[in-house]
């Protein structure tokens, strides 16, 4: 298992390209099961989440051929089961549920379970496959689907804590072959949505007005192959932004959306950076501790969830008080125990953590948890005297391309230890 040893006190400078985003390429590749045709995927990020996307296609009949970003999916027959054992790997493996309910007519996926993030239920998934038509019944740990034929339908998928992200994309993906209009309220409006929508366009899908909260499907009889460049990540570049301030120095990234980036960008501006934007480029200067900020993450374009723990590894290291309140996944604080390890001054009350920023932390080792959480870590090492050793850096890996790579470009002092 991998550590990584973060020496503090390198400042950043320099460029880094953006990768492909992770969390459009998962459901990008799923849908690839819609059509009996080959279709090609570029710029796909080299993720371990990734990995087992691909072999949950490979184990469902696709043929899978990958070479440096591109990835060629070619899913002619396919099964309609997906297995624990390779489900449990990753939560995302729930989208293959839509492509395999639109095409077959029928899936039977394990369910994927809790993680640390909270308890990630799919009653939302459901309750759109329903209204399509569809039964769903759990059995022996796996959502079984099944549906003689996908009529359209109106269905709301907004939850108790907002729109649903994968929920939104498989049953867009469901309703592509459905007979008639399926009309989604309270949909995900995250850019994510928007390239799978764009991506099912160019396989013959009718889909209007993915991006907004209203998402209309006139239902096709069948799909074909295309091909299409996943876009930038977002939380990626979010991080590498926080890095450079964090870093103090001047950082810029290529191969970025910034139209992606403004709930970002705007937090990092009020705490005292200045950002600046290009058309495909996104700057960042280090101008010193950050000023105290109140945040809140919300759905796009709100502050991100993903990008919370960065950003708080970012305020400890200014001074007076920071709040920062989780609204999409209220149990995502995992990063507070380890940063107080590091010298952080966090207190947690529910689902909103209050900062005092404490200046200068201190290096130590640390747990990586979850993907965000573990990049949160890395990014406050970057600043904190000493050493800061991060354990389990699996789970990096699972969403950021060759972090250490990437941070060794910019300047910063990083190793990766087999441990
Ligand atoms: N929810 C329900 N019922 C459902 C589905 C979701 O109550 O059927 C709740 C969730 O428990 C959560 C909220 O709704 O409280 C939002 O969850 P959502 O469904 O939007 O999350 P997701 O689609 O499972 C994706 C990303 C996450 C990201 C969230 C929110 C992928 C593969 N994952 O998850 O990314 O945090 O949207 O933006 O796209 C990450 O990359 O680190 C990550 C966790």
Redesign the pocket.
Known sequence: MDKILVYGGHPLNGTVRVSGS??SA?PILAAALLTREPCVISNVPDLSDIHYMLQILSHMGASVERASGVVRIHAEKIKTEAPYDIVRKM??SVCVLGPLLGREKEATVSLPGGCV?????????LKGFEALGAVSRIEHGNVKIFAGELRGATVNLR?????????TDNVMMAAVLAEGTTVIESA?A?P?VVDLANFLNKMGARIEGAGTRRIVIHGVSELHGTEHAVIPDR?EAGTYLVAGAIGGGDVRLIRADPTHLGSVIEALQKTGYSVETGADTVRVRGNGAPRPLQLTTEPYPGF???MQAQMCALLCQGSGISVIRET??PQRFMHVSELKRMGADIALDGHTAVISGVGKMSGAPVMAS???ASAALVLAGLKADGVTEVNRVYHIDR?YERIDEKLIQLGAKIERVKA
Do not use: M, S, Y
């Open positions: 992770k969390n998962l939560r995302a993030i909270g308890d990630r239920p799919i009653d939302l998934h939850g108790k804590l907002g729109p649903t992200v994968l929920g995900a995250e994510e939380i991100p969830t993903d999409i996944f979850d993907l965000r969403g």
